[in-house]
């Protein structure tokens, strides 16, 4: 399983939170690539609720991974 910061991206508007099954039903219902179905697909399924994407990919980038200075702009 992997993710880049594009495919992560199909599962911004997903209905959080929500499980395994909820977010493959959302990709395939939005038309994700194939590649975010299958990295769902191999998620260990124990009934786990997800929050967000972190809790999905931790190593997720936010706001404060990247180096922009709001009030330079």
């Avoid at 997903?14 to 395994?20: D, L, N, R, S, V």
């Avoid at 039903?25 to 690539?33: E, K, L, N, V």
Wanted: aromatic share 16%.
């Amino acid at each position: 399983m992997f993710w880049t910061l594009e495919l992560a991206s199909y599962l911004e508007d997903a209905p959080w939170p929500a499980t395994k099954d909820e977010l493959i039903d959302y990709a395939i219902r939005s038309g994700a690539p194939l590649e975010v179905v299958e990295n769902l697909q191999e998620l260990e399924d124990e009934g786990e609720v997800y929050e967000t994407i972190e809790d999905i990919w931790p190593d997720y980038p936010t706001q404060e991974d990247f180096l922009f200075n709001e009030d330079e702009y």
